[in-house]
């Protein structure tokens, strides 16, 4: 009897220490890696550059009409895609990878991780605003992130044919192992919003600039229901994002003689409502090869100050853009109130309002004209207005991005379509109106490595 | 010498309070608590008497063992049966019931039974014939032969199936036990001492202290240790006492005499009068001026300074000539044997004494050694105590207590060839050095800037900035330290019949650190403070002595072990082993930082280490730095493991064994999914005692005939690859914290596991006379990790913040096969004896599955830098570029680009076609053995082993054609320039390119491409090596006796004898030492052993 029961206490002594199994093997192995475990490592996390120092804009950088640079300057380009975009060449990336495609994987390699990891902390409650926000946060660059590759790699959003239109994968996931498969253009758009729904009940109306808040995701939304053609949507987001965000800065209190115009201090600047500072882009828009296209100049009034503010002459001669908010480069990619105004402008005109349509847009041009000069427009042709107001977006929204996102938007519209013209020793390149070269092709090795079907260039 | 005192004082201390405890323990030992007296003696047929006979009782389990005149008494507590056992004798059964002063036994030999081995896998000791498992033991004996004081060195060739990639090699990356089951993990089989596994310098083992090593090489003996087992396990069990065993002392003294390295081995040298020449008709060619003026500062060989003295004519022809005729005598190497090296000497002196009655046994040993090593100033000590008790306070208990400790200190003080080394852009080791002038005073040698420039800073008022090699060896002090520390203790308790319950603990702690002392007159002090004194004269670092410590490496573990062991008796003729227990294992290793004080007095202990670490300072001879400071990063790593484990084994009537394991292993490197962190590990196997079948008993040819035959499943850990992904925290320019991600994490992550079949056959016949085993084995790798090619949609980018390099999934597979054999033979003839062990395998692995990025590129194919993994072929294979011999007009080697003969031999290279790479063959030996031999004739013995690689291939080096003359980057000379290609026929016999007299000749360095990784330079490397030689006396049975003494020996041996035979075309090269100054050089052993 003893023996039995000495033998049972000692199995059971072997197998208890079994029952804290999980916590003796949920140590760190190395006390330096730091395994993202609380709420202040993802905080830290969701405020690292990649997040606002680089968005994904080159591609479509390259291939605008807003530039155009010299033979010589062309023919010595070594960056291969910036030579390629530049005269829409069937081949873009030749063997290299593509650094858009790249660093927008990997800030959606963040946002995953922040989001596999939100879930598991159990916040206080002094820090579930703080929780809240960053996993809106994370969302929030999911979504945006993606936004920027459909921009770039799918074709246009068009009721009819994007749901079966190849578009890039959506990673929602950061298992590496996880192969992914291409979603179409709907499926694409239907996550993107999704993601930013979800960080709409999440994130403070405002926030820095560094940091994601509900302005921004209504301007990001804004841009996705004006490439829907949903105006009901973009004019409701739009304007939710005015309600937030609205302030417009007067240009003419600017000095006109510095190199660089805006407020250093980014911060200070008061039509930002989120920062990305862009690349330095692609070679050909260096300061050193840029020339401003002499079409986009000549839309410029003569009393437009943006004309001397965003301008000014480089020592080679060329006309070169200084009006970039970024202090030191020409690229950048954030969201800005200027935006809010332009989209609501342009929704309200869709939607048969030209009277709102005329409010906005005077009321942005005010804050641009020399002082006390600007004669607001009044206009009863819905379509002179609108094309005044495509025009503005050109003139105001410069290399951000979304020249060529118009550009690509405009397609649909023939009243707005243009064919692209890039001349170089003589020889002219054309993009034609609906071409598939619209659409950039995937990276070689991601076609390679997973068999992707895309749209086949010419 | 103060320390070797203190620490002799220490050893004494302890020695003398360790006496006191053991004579507490002999006294209790003298204590008798049993009612009955039974004493007698234990005699052969022939009357001889039997020592070491184990007199059990069969009810109570004392136990007693004979003496040497075979004379026993054992005390039991009531009237019980006694078993008498010896092996190699059949057991006898006698019942007593009374008090008995003269019983009288004789046992009887039982053919049957003679090898029955124990082994110890570590967790339970069966006898070897109840094993279905591929298993080597290693006794004692075998360990004595070898007097090397690492554990692996006295392995190494004893073993079929455990191969040295690394001759000597004497740490367990050096050895591979079957071939690999790995591709890019750990592939270093697990080493257990006493139970536990082992991860501290092996030298901290004593060998001359280990009771037997068992080698656990398939799935039936090794999956017992689950996931860590798959690369074999080697089992050390270094207690070597038992209950009531009489007390016994054996002393050893080992001698060490190593003698001088053979510096002219290696080829990569040119001679003095060779050397001068070319660097004569670079300077007569103004290769030297065309250097930029900035290099001035950079020395120049002596040569060339002499040149170069002379035609500015600031030296007189006379003087001239005299001092070249003085350097063209010189022999670096003569230098450095003469004033740098002497012969390693080392003696160890160890002592052990265990003794044992019926409740305590306990054995306690020491070593201290003492060595001079191979450079002149370079000293280690070293102390290894270990104190083992075991008690039995009643029958069913026995409590176990070990205690071990080492402690090795090294001076490294010594100045080698190396540090002759000029460390210049423009020259290296220079032929020509002389440490002593006429006089016998310290000589200058070039280091780090020419002596001009120097002597122009000394003249503005800087140190003296010469270095004086031989004067420096006593201006520092380096001294390092590594100890271990380790505790055991052990309880079993027989709880009922055959049902025993055991726990372990063992702690172990171990540390390592080293400091230098450099005094204000070395030079590095001097070069220091000159280097840092600033444009006004003003010295940042103080001109005083630096004291710098290392950091410091500490380790720590934890292990416990608890089992159920059941075992039914064996007389119904059926045998049932089961055994359950838990496994759980922690270990820490810590990195703390180390120190540096400057202006250290250490008469007072006095210094700082508050420099102005912040500041860049402007440095000589150009650009800044901030002051040497020692890093101060700590780092912290905890492995965790966690086992239940299980063991089961059948027998019937001793013919028909069937075995099997199951383990689950779990551990805290894996798995972010929990169900991922562990890993079921399991075998079976069986085997066939066929000579006790009845048909047999008719054969007296076959004395012992088994089968075996086992399949099961073991792991392997890779530790560089995280599961998780991780996270560096910093703060930003903005002042705000940022984290950035380092790895991605892998949630797929799981264990590697290999899977190994095994076939065996075990004979023994002819009298015993000739026996051995021949085992076949496959061994699969699975699940291996294998680098992969990660889209980019994965967010793991090129320049991005997360690892690419952490790019490995489990996918690859690989597997191995081979074939270890083994046979002794024996031939007796009156008092003469002579053993034949002659030991082969063949092992080869081949990938299976790999799937990696094709790397375009064919240099890290030919040059071996990088593992470059292809499925279908072996993991060790070795490629190289064709070669179609020399021009016979200019020397140079024929390339083909485009099918037509060329002399572009960069565009060759650099466009040479992946597919036409030659697969040449594998780097490590496919077919491996030993034979040994062991002679005796009554007292005297001999032996002698021989090792053979045999089916690998080797890159010879050799000359890069015409690179004798260039002058920026190290010069890389070869003896090859010897037998270049001169004159046309010369092609015909030789392979060695044509070499350049200019170093501006574009091919001076292509003609490499052609030929440096071309089929010409490699060789096949088959080769026979003597290895050891042993002679020994022991002192005649007679005077033993006389003067009280189990056994005296003598015992001389010999290591690394040398190359027997090697394939052709080898020359002077040894291929286990391919890349090595020197092989290692003969080492002469004198022991000797005193056993009371």
């Given at each position: 009897m003893r023996t039995l029961f000495l033998s049972t206490i000692i199995i059971l002594l072997l197998f208890l220490s079994g029952g804290c199994t999980k916590e003796f093997l949920n140590v760190k192995p190395d006390k330096r890696l730091s395994i993202p475990s609380t709420i202040d490592d993802l905080d830290a996390m969701l405020n690292n550059r990649v997040f606002f120092a680089q968005a994904s804009l080159d591609l479509g950088a390259a291939s605008n009409d807003d530039f155009y640079i010299r033979d010589e300057q062309w023919s010595t380009l070594t960056s291969k895609y910036a030579k390629n975009a530049y005269v829409f060449a069937r081949d873009i990336f030749e063997d290299e990878q593509s650094n858009d495609w790249n660093r927008a994987y990997e800030r959606i390699l963040y946002a995953n991780v922040i989001l596999a990891h939100i879930d598991t902390i159990k916040a206080g409650t002094n820090q579930q605003r703080l929780q809240d926000e960053i996993q809106g946060g994370a969302l929030f660059h999911r979504a945006s992130n993606h936004y920027q590759l459909v921009q770039l790699f799918c074709p246009e959003y068009d009721l009819l044919s994007s749901s079966e239109a190849p578009c890039i994968p959506i990673r929602d996931d950061f298992d590496l192992t996880k192969s992914l498969t291409q979603s179409t253009v709907s499926s694409a758009y239907d996550f993107m919003i999704n993601d930013l729904k979800r960080a709409l009940d999440l994130l403070p109306d405002v926030n820095t600039i560094y940091r994601p808040s509900k302005a921004a995701t209504h301007l990001l939304l804004a841009r996705i229901y004006l490439h829907m053609e949903d105006y009901d949507l973009a004019f409701y987001h739009s304007d939710l994002g005015l309600k937030y965000r609205s302030e417009l800065m007067d240009i003419s209190i600017l000095d006109s003689t510095a190199d660089y115009v805006f407020p250093v201090n980014l911060e200070l600047h008061p039509e930002i409502i989120l920062n990305f500072e862009g690349s330095a882009g692609p070679a050909t828009i260096a300061p050193t090869r840029q020339n401003i296209s002499m079409e986009l100049l000549d839309l410029y009034e003569t009393n437009d100050l943006r004309k001397t503010m965003f301008f000014r002459t480089h020592s080679n001669g060329n006309i070169i853009f200084r009006g970039s908010y970024r202090p030191r480069g020409v690229h950048w990619g954030g969201f800005s109130t200027n935006e809010l105004w332009l989209i609501r402008a342009e929704s309200s005109l869709r939607l048969g309002n030209i009277s709102g349509a005329l409010n906005d847009l005077n009321y942005l041009l005010y804050f641009r004209y020399q002082s006390g000069t600007y004669v607001p427009i009044s206009s009863n042709d819905p379509m002179q207005v609108l094309t005044r107001i495509l025009q503005e977006r050109r003139k105001e929204l410069l290399f951000r991005g979304t020249r060529w996102e118009d550009l690509k938007r405009m397609n649909k519209d023939a009243n707005f379509a243009k064919d692209l013209i890039r001349e170089v020793d003589g020889q002219q390149y054309l993009l034609p109106i609906n071409s598939p070269n619209w659409v950039f092709p995937f990276p070689k090795l991601e076609v390679e490595l997973h068999n992707w079907s895309q749209v086949t260039r010419e | 010498m103060s320390w070797g005192k203190e620490v002799m004082m220490k050893i004494n201390k302890l020695f003398s309070s360790v006496l006191l405890i053991l004579s507490v323990c002999l006294l209790s030992m003298e204590l008798s608590y049993g009612q009955l007296v039974v004493k007698g003696s234990v005699h052969t047929e022939q009357g001889e008497p039997l020592a070491g006979v184990t007199i059990q009782g069969l009810h109570s389990l004392v136990v007693a063992i004979s003496d040497e005149a075979g004379h026993f008494s054992i005390n039991l507590p009531q009237a019980d049966s006694l078993r008498f056992h010896h092996m190699g004798y059949h057991d006898v059964i006698r019942y007593a019931p009374n008090e008995e002063s003269n019983l009288l036994i004789i046992l009887r030999p039982d053919d049957t039974n003679i090898q029955e081995v124990e082994i110890n896998t570590g967790y339970y000791r069966i006898p070897i014939s109840q094993s279905t498992g591929s298993i080597n033991i290693i006794t004692k004996e075998d360990l004595e032969k070898n007097p090397s004081d690492n554990i692996l060195g006295r392995i190494q060739g004893l073993v079929p199936g455990v191969q040295f990639t690394k001759l000597n090699g004497t740490e367990s990356e050096d050895i591979r036990v079957r071939g690999l089951g790995t591709i890019h993990s750990n592939s270093t089989p697990l080493i257990v001492v006493d139970g536990f596994p082992y991860e501290e310098d092996l030298y901290s083992i004593d060998p001359d202290a280990i009771e037997s090593i068992t080698i656990l090489k398939d799935a039936a003996a090794?999956?017992?240790?689950?996931?860590?087992?798959g690369n074999g396990v080697i089992v050390i069990t270094t207690k070597n006492h038992r209950f009531s065993q009489g007390n016994q002392v054996s002393f050893r003294i080992n001698h060490r005499l190593t003698e001088h390295p053979d510096f002219y081995y290696d080829q990569r040298r040119l001679p003095t009068a060779t050397v001068m020449d070319i660097e004569k008709q670079n300077y007569l060619n103004g290769v030297y001026d065309h250097l930029p003026h900035h290099i001035q500062k950079y020395p120049m060989s002596d040569y060339v300074e002499l040149l170069r003295l002379r035609s500015q004519d600031k030296i007189s022809e006379q003087d001239f000539i005299a001092k070249e005729s003085q350097l063209r005598s010189n022999d670096t190497f003569q230098e450095a044997l003469k004033h740098l090296y002497q012969k390693p000497m080392a003696t160890d002196y160890f002592m052990n004494i265990s003794g044992g009655g019926a409740k305590n046994s306990y054995g306690f040993y020491s070593k201290y050694t003492h060595a001079k090593e191979q450079e002149i100033g370079d000293l280690s000590q070293r102390i290894l105590i270990g104190i083992n008790n075991k008690f039995r306070p009643l029958p069913s208990i026995q409590i176990g207590l070990d205690f071990s400790f080492s402690n090795a200190r090294s001076t490294q003080n010594g100045i080698g060839l190396d540090d002759l080394n000029v460390g210049g852009q423009y020259v290296g080791l220079s032929p020509y050095v002389q440490l002593l002038d006429e006089n016998g005073n310290a000589n200058i040698v070039l280091r780090d800037f020419a002596s001009s420039y120097k002597e122009g800073q000394m003249a503005d008022g800087l140190l003296d900035w010469h270095y004086r090699p031989l004067e420096d060896r006593n201006l520092r002090d380096n001294q390092s330290n590594n100890q271990v520390i380790k505790a055991q203790a052990n309880l079993a308790y027989d709880?009922?019949?055959g049902l025993k319950a055991s726990g372990s603990y063992q702690f172990l702690q171990s540390a390592s650190h080293s400091t230098s002392h450099y005094q204000k007159e070395s030079y590095f002090v001097r070069d220091l403070v000159n280097r840092y004194t600033q444009p006004d004269g003003r010295q940042v670092i103080p001109h005083a002595d630096i004291l710098h410590r290392t950091n410091e490496i500490s380790g720590m573990s934890h292990d416990f072990r608890g089992q159920l062991h059941y075992q039914t008796d064996i007389r119904t003729g059926h045998r049932v082993n089961f055994l359950v227990g838990t496994d759980v294992r922690q270990y820490m290793k810590r990195m703390n930082p180390g120190f540096r004080i400057y202006n250290y007095d250490p008469q007072h202990e006095t210094g700082t280490t508050r420099m102005d670490y912040l500041e860049r300072f402007p440095t000589r001879p150009t650009n800044s730095a901030y002051i040497p400071y020692q890093p101060d990063t700590r780092t912290v790593f905890e492995d965790r493991f966690l086992s239940y484990y299980s063991n089961f084994s059948y027998s019937l009537l001793e013919k028909y064994i069937l075995s099997g394991s199951y383990r689950w292993d779990g551990s805290n490197l894996f798995g972010v999914k929990t169900n991922q962190k562990g890993v079921g590990l399991w075998s079976v196997g069986t085997s066939w005692n066929i000579h006790k079948e009845s048909f047999m008993e008719e054969n007296h040819l076959m004395n012992d005939l088994r089968l075996r035959g086992s399949f099961g499943v073991t792991g392997n850990v890779n530790k560089n690859v995280s599961a998780y992904p991780t996270i560096d925290r910093s703060t930003d320019s903005r002042g705000i914290q940022i984290a950035t991600l380092r790895t991605a994490g892998n949630p797929s992550l799981r264990w590697e596991k290999v899977a190994i079949w095994n076939l065996g056959l075990d004979f023994s016949g002819l009298h015993r006379r000739l026996s051995g085993s021949i085992d076949y084995y496959h061994k699969d790798g699975m699940d291996l990790f294998g680098e992969t090619v990660y889209a980019p949609n994965t967010g793991l980018i090129p320049g991005g913040t997360t690892s690419v390099n952490n790019n490995q999934i489990n996918y690859a597979d690989i597997t191995s096969k081979g074939i270890d054999l083994q046979v002794k033979a024996n031939i007796t003839r009156n008092a003469f004896d002579w053993d034949v062990h002659f030991n082969f395998s063949w092992v080869t692995n081949r990938i299976k599955k790999y799937n990696a990025p094709e790397i375009k590129s064919i240099t890290q194919y030919v040059n071996g830098s990088l593992l470059i993994p292809i499925k279908g072929r072996s993991r060790d294979v070795m490629y190289a570029m064709p070669w179609n011999g020399l021009n016979p007009e200019d020397g140079r080697p024929i390339i083909y680009l485009d099918g037509e003969q060329s002399e572009d031999y960069r565009l060759y290279y650099n466009t040479f076609p992946l597919e036409s790479l030659i697969n040449a063959g594998v780097k490590v030996a496919p077919y491996y053995g030993t034979i040994r031999n062991d002679l005796s004739y009554k007292g005297l013995s001999l032996r002698f082993s021989i090792l053979y690689k045999l089916g690998h291939i080797i890159r010879k080096n050799s000359i890069n054609p015409g690179i004798e003359h260039i002058v920026t980057g190290q010069q890389n000379y070869h003896m090859d320039y010897f037998h270049r290609w001169e004159k046309p026929g010369d092609e015909l016999i030789t392979n060695v390119p044509s070499t350049t007299t200019h170093y501006i000749s574009e091919y001076g360095t292509m003609g490499w491409y052609g030929y440096g990784y071309s089929m010409a330079l490699i060789n096949r490397a088959d080769h026979i090596r003597f290895h050891e030689f042993g002679l020994s006396a022991e002192l005649p049975e007679s005077w033993r006796r006389q003067l009280n003494l189990r056994r005296t020996r003598l015992d001389l041996h010999i290591q690394n004898l040398g190359i027997i035979w090697k394939a052709k075309g080898?020359?002077?090269?040894?291929p286990d030492y391919l890349n090595s100054r020197y092989p290692d050089p003969k080492k002469w052993t004198l022991s000797l052993f005193v056993d009371f």
């Open positions: - | 090794a999956s017992i240790w689950g996931a860590r087992a709880l009922f019949k080898m020359k002077t090269i040894d």
